[in-house]
């Protein structure tokens, strides 16, 4: 399969009350045609406002892409105009939001937000898009949709939002599809059915998928491979089997085990990770889970660990990485 | 946790609800005539027993925060009865309320707009001390520090505000603020889920210390099936305002009775890639209809793939399984002993 998207090097940094926010510090993957991928972390870790730089959806101020290479089809995204920018964003990579209450608008009807891009992106006319829009609403599995055309967001239900959300989203059948969070504003059964809904429509629309989530368990049936932020690095990146079998950072370790399973009778205490994420207004010299981790060595306080291999497509940044390989649980002694 | 099994039959209530009903008038036009009903809570009973953990969980919209509120009488029920050591709280004035809040206290959602922000973490903590009269100002602020390390914070913080503690942190004041008074009782909404989840754990693992330590009852209420599993002893699911199945954990999480609740464990995603691509999932169709207008019958049989015609005209009783040893373990399904085969 042939890379369809590539990051290298990403740099991003907000400036604000004369503070500088290291939001995103040197981030790179590749993402293959129809290829998915989950981007997990927790809140300030990096991982929306890395794809958020990839769709030049980062403003000025405060922030800004510092460095970096988004190499999309050929052309580099970060060198593009803003108006040709606006022509890769919706029609080429398109992105769903967490909030679908928000992220509609309001005072509109639906069927005028689903025309917008097609009458913008893909030239057609009205009856043309109003036929296409109706046809894109089933596709979500909103059936009926030509009689709901003329209806406002708030006259449908969350889960039902979030797939007009979709809808807009493949308008212009885009190439790589951002979920930003996708399920995180629904109800579990509500969000079981959007992630079927995703994987369907993954697999009939050949499309590759970033999944941005909080949760490893969401994820861990949907996508191929893995990347563990934290902090703004890329502390983990493996292919999905590997990552959940065999984590090599004491960050995922401790992520994972922090996770009370349903299936588990165990009433063993949860694997809790003792003190906060670090404050992101200075810059790292060191690992930043240092502070966290129960593996700590000098070394890990000296200087930011690069991307190391530990095993087929299975790179950590830690020191220590090699070593812990036979750790099986978190905080075990080595 | 066979102990706590055996303590949910043998031992004491120590909160009891009896077909309570919270209902919210929808009114409308000039008058404010009530022209119709959100039926939030609709003829819940149960027991939480002294020494458990219940959990009550449903999603959105089903109505376990507002029990949780209710069964403190901080909302008021529309009817039925709630009894904490046989003393009855609904229907109560606040003067009469007074004695008993000391010992039935709450937990809330959200760190963040749950603290006063114009208010010291002292202030914060100290505060149902000095409602309740508890103590002069120098044993109040010996509390206080006590407190602070009883949760896991430093006794020095005393003087900082909440803007200047994590979301996790936060909690714990949220936590220390509610043992305060030294409370048998404690209802907990949502405690973890506005939080990170390497700080969720911290969270419950402090839940379950504080329980073992100082001998607390809590109602948990909460989505999250899995965190439910791992800190109750037993179990309540609601939905549209109906308690659907009730039990002990591990009757409920191995044998779930009501369709339900099956569908409600198989939509929880498992941290674990291979399970994840076989397992067969039950995808409810449709989304949960209105609690002003619930269906006939059973309220989930729009949504149940095995509803049958009873099930659209009857309304089915929590009730223990037709041949069922356990005495404990009760759902509300016209179809379950055929089900349950």
Redesign the interface.
């Known amino acids: 399969m042939s890379c369809l998207l590539e990051v290298k090097n990403l740099v991003t940094r907000f400036y604000s009350d004369g503070a500088t926010i290291h939001a995103v510090n040197g981030i790179s993957y590749a993402l293959d045609e129809g290829e998915s991928l989950a981007i997990v972390g927790e809140s300030g870790s990096g991982k929306s406002v890395g794809v958020m730089s990839v769709m030049g959806l980062i403003r000025f101020p405060p922030g800004r892409v510092e460095s970096g290479e988004v190499i999309f089809k050929g052309r580099d995204l970060l060198k593009l105009s803003s108006s040709e920018m606006r022509k890769v964003r919706g029609s080429e990579i398109a992105m769903v939001f967490q909030d679908p209450m928000t992220s509609l608008n309001p005072v509109l009807p639906i069927g005028l937000q689903l025309m917008e891009p097609l009458q913008a992106h893909m030239g057609l006319d009205k009856n043309a898009a109003r036929n296409r829009a109706a046809e894109l609403l089933a596709l979500v599995g909103l059936p009926g949709a030509v009689e709901r055309l003329g209806d406002f967001p708030f006259q449908f239900s969350g889960g039902q939002r979030q797939r007009i959300m979709i809808a807009m989203a493949l308008t212009c059948n885009p190439s790589v599809l951002i979920a930003d969070e996708p399920t995180t504003a629904l109800d579990v059964t509500i969000q079981a059915q959007i992630v079927e809904l995703i994987k369907d429509l993954q697999q009939k629309l050949g499309m590759a998928i970033i999944w941005i989530s909080h949760n490893l368990a969401l994820v861990a049936g949907v996508v191929d491979k893995v990347i563990v932020m934290y902090s703004g690095y890329i502390v983990e990146q493996a292919p999905v089997d590997d990552l959940y079998e065999r984590p090599a950072h004491p960050y995922t370790m401790g992520l994972l085990q922090a996770i009370p399973s349903l299936d588990q009778r165990n009433q063993e205490r949860l694997a809790s990770i003792e003190g906060m994420p670090p404050d992101l207004r200075a810059p790292a010299v060191a690992c930043p889970f240092a502070p966290r981790c129960p593996y700590v060595v000098d070394q890990c306080r000296q200087a930011v660990p690069p991307l190391q291999s530990v095993g087929p497509h299975h790179t950590a940044a830690c020191w220590r990485a090699a070593e812990l390989r036979n750790v099986h649980s978190f905080g075990e002694i080595v | 946790?066979n102990a706590a099994v055996q303590l949910a039959t043998g031992s004491k209530p120590l909160i009891e609800v009896e077909n309570l009903k919270v209902h919210f008038p929808i009114r409308h036009g000039l008058l404010r005539r009530q022209v119709g009903a959100v039926r939030a809570v609709d003829d819940v009973s149960f027991n939480v027993y002294e020494g458990e953990t219940l959990g009550l969980v449903g999603?959105?919209g089903c109505g376990k925060s507002t029990t949780g509120l209710a069964v403190l009488n901080l909302l008021e029920a529309t009817t039925g009865e709630v009894r904490f050591r046989g003393q009855t709280v609904t229907r109560s004035s606040e003067q009469q309320m007074r004695p008993l809040r000391r010992h039935m206290m709450m937990v809330f959602q959200d760190p963040y707009s749950s603290l006063n922000p114009r208010m010291t973490v002292g202030t914060i903590i100290g505060e149902p001390l000095s409602v309740h009269q508890m103590g002069g100002p120098a044993e109040r602020a010996e509390r206080v520090q006590e407190l602070l390390r009883l949760v896991g914070l430093n006794p020095a913080f005393i003087n900082r505000y909440p803007h200047e503690f994590?979301g996790?942190?936060r909690q714990r004041i949220g936590i220390a603020r509610a043992l305060a008074t030294s409370p048998a009782f404690i209802v907990a909404d949502e405690p973890i889920s506005a939080l990170?989840?390497?700080?969720?754990?911290?969270v419950?693992?402090l839940m379950?210390d504080l329980k073992a330590q100082l001998g607390l009852t809590y109602l948990m209420i909460s989505?999250d099936?899995?965190?439910v599993?791992?800190i109750s002893d037993r179990v309540a699911v609601m939905y549209l305002g109906k308690i659907v199945e009730v039990g002990s954990r591990?009757s409920v999480?191995?044998r779930p009775l009501h369709p339900y609740t099956r569908?409600?464990?198989?939509?929880?995603?498992?941290?674990?890639?291979?399970?994840?691509?076989e397992?067969k999932?039950i995808?409810?169709e449709g989304?949960?209809p209105s609690p002003s207008n619930p269906p006939a019958g059973c309220r989930f049989h729009p949504r149940c793939a095995f509803a049958e015609e009873v099930c659209r005209h009857e309304e089915p009783a929590l009730r223990v399984l037709e041949g069922s040893n356990s005495a404990e373990h009760r759902v509300a399904c016209h179809l379950a002993e055929k089900l349950a085969e």
Do not use: C, T, W
Not at chain 2, 263 to 277: F, G, I, Q, T, W
């Open positions: 946790m999603e959105s994590s996790g942190q990170d989840v390497s700080i969720q754990a911290q419950v693992n379950s989505h099936l899995s965190m599993r791992y591990d999480f191995d569908a409600l464990m198989s939509a929880v995603p498992v941290p674990n890639p291979k399970l994840e691509r397992r999932r995808i409810l989304d949960v």
